[in-house]
């Protein structure tokens, strides 16, 4: 079984200072994680990835998240927030022994104040 | 290239009729699957196929629900008698890898209102 916990349902930043989402998982296996956000309106977008390979992983825009197996959690961070930014974004867990199948959290909507 | 692709975009049925969502997939990739993401909520797993074969169903949340990908690539989710807890955007995703875990691309999804 997998899942993942998001531990913020909103998280409000201004612009230009740091964000940092939390995300904690669950799974009985070695997990794969990712981080996607969604634009309102529009499709899912891959952030980053983690697949076993370094534990600090670097994604687009800015973002990257640190793998913790002791802690069983990665969570997301991006030194310096812009409006663009503003979004909701899913922590996922997946893992061959599920079928490849994607476990979302519940998701942290990020709003940025200028 | 062309990325996964949903239609309709938008979709209002009154209650008790049946529906039907497609999804083209990106040229090639070998798995689809299918998630509901209620509002406000993350998306949730529904089916799985690896080309025409649906591996896994696990996630269909009753018999009113039905998937197809009879050639292995457009695949069309189908909802019989709609109830106002159908109401949800319908998310496809493609993968290119027959096996171990590889990038979901996501299609734009199909907000289904249920009236």
């Known amino acids: 079984a997998q899942s993942v916990t998001q531990l913020d349902s909103h998280v409000s930043v201004s612009e230009g200072t740091p964000v940092l989402l939390r995300c904690n998982y669950s799974?009985?296996?070695?997990?794969?994680l990712f981080w996607y956000v969604q634009h309102p309106n529009k499709g899912l977008q891959l952030l980053l990835k983690y697949t076993s390979a370094a534990t600090l992983v670097k994604g687009i825009n800015g973002f990257e998240a640190e793998f913790k197996k002791s802690e069983t959690s990665f969570h997301l961070t991006k030194p310096s927030a812009h409006m663009s930014d503003a979004a909701e974004y899913f922590c996922?867990?997946?893992?061959?022994?599920?079928?490849?199948?994607?476990?979302f959290g519940g998701g942290t909507r990020v709003l940025v104040k200028p | 290239g062309a990325g996964v692709s949903q239609s309709p975009r938008y979709k209002v049925a009154k209650r008790g009729q049946d529906v039907a969502l497609r999804c083209d997939p990106i040229s090639g990739h070998v798995s689809l699957f299918w998630y509901q993401q209620a509002l406000g909520q993350g998306p949730e797993f529904l089916t799985y196929f690896q080309n025409e074969a649906q591996l896994d169903k696990s996630g269909l949340p009753s018999d009113r629900f039905f998937a197809e990908r009879p050639e292995g690539s457009v695949s069309t989710l189908k909802i019989q008698r709609t109830q106002q807890e159908d109401s949800a955007v319908y998310l496809c995703?493609?993968?290119?890898?027959?096996?171990?875990?590889?990038?979901?691309?996501f299609g734009p999804g199909t907000r289904l209102t249920v009236t």
């Open positions: 996922v867990v997946s893992g061959r022994a599920a079928g490849n199948k994607l476990t």
């Open positions: 799974s009985s296996y070695s997990p794969s």
């Open positions: 995703a493609s993968s290119l890898n027959r096996q171990g875990v590889g990038e979901q691309y």
